[in-house]
């Protein structure tokens, strides 16, 4: 096992370089964290005790202070993945008496915790499109590797500077997620695919990529997950729509929302029936594009509901399996099976273990 899985830890105040090998020896167990929503996440716990380099050097002269950067970087069979480009964001020490039991946590998060730091607000951007203030943003932060990759959107435009000129509203991170809710859109960053590179993503939610390996259940012999469960919550479906006021009655007429998309397909045959129909509120100070994207976007998650979790070991299931993409599931029944989009994962990994807890969505029955 020790030959189809290496982990090599990098730490730095600022350029993360390979930890000593006493680090690396009295590294107990990894915990990283992705998923939709949310920064990616990492969780470093240490074997110490008063004469451990990590309590004799690394902790008295702050190379562990917060934001240290921290890289961690996965072999499976060969095939390297960047699992996380981070900094820590603090750190807890729990002593003993008993020799070796002494235990270091660092936690952390990814880069874009430090694009939440300053507040620039008032910062203003004449002429310049939503897109073209992400790529200033993300321009700012070259000593963490932020390479924009952005997607022009249908729904904004650049404003007239005769009539509006945008201003900065927050941090960094604050108003590059508050531009993207605008627009139907999701910002996050990425680590890899080279080491010191992160991906800042401002785009649709993209469940049309090419899928990973296929996840199987009940599949003798041939099966890679450990455990796989769904659920189905028929009342969670809801048909939105938009009012729009009549000029000559100035009455309301209600428009439904089309909850199918390019940027959110069916993923199977037979679509749950909407229980709720509900308005959307908080769209009248946007531009009608900008409201339409963000109905869009509204309605695509709001049919979401159908969901799996489960757990596999990652040796046995040749690759990491990574959040953000789809993946096909077999197995699991006619009414289950089929394509998947991974909104979470959980990595944990540990001497001669390597595991992982996984959160599925869809929004259809029955594989196309």
Known sequence: ???????????????????????????????????VGRPGGFQLSFATGKRSLLFRELLPRGALDPPARTQIVLTVRGRTTVLMDGVVTRHEIAPSAEPGQARLTLTGEDVS????????????????????????????????????????????????????????????????KQLAAQAGYQFFVAPGPLLGVNVAHWEPPNKLGLPQEPLLVNCDTATNVESLSFSFDGFSATRYVVLVQNPDTKFPVPVPVPDITPLSPP????????????????????????????????A??????????????????????RSRRPVGVH????????????????????RGAYTQQFALTRNAFLPL
């Open 1 to 35: 096992m020790a030959s189809e899985l290496l982990l090599s830890l990098r730490l730095g105040a600022l350029l993360a370089e390979p930890v000593p090998r006493e680090v690396a020896d009295a590294l107990l167990s990894v915990q990283v964290t992705e998923g």
């Open 113 to 176: 915790r430090m694009m939440d730091i300053v507040d620039f607000s008032g910062v203003k951007y004449p002429c310049l499109p939503p897109e073209g203030r992400v790529a200033a943003i993300c321009s700012k932060y070259p000593m963490y590797g932020l390479v924009p990759a952005i997607v022009p959107s249908v729904f904004m435009v650049p404003p007239n500077p005769l009539k509006e000129v945008p201003s900065h509203q927050g941090t960094d991170l604050a108003y590059v």
């Open 267 to 298: 993923m199977g045959r037979r679509r749950p029936l909407p229980l709720k129909i509900s308005p959307i509120h908080g769209l009248a100070k946007l531009s009608p594009a900008q409201a339409a994207g963000v109905a869009l976007a509204r």
């Open 300 to 321: 695509a998650d709001s049919f979401e509901v159908i969901s799996g979790q489960g757990s596999l070991d990652v040796l046995r299931y040749g690759q990491p399996l």
């Open 331 to 350: 197995g699991a029944g006619e009414a289950y099976d089929g394509t998947y989009y991974v909104k979470s994962v959980t990595h944990s990994i540990k």
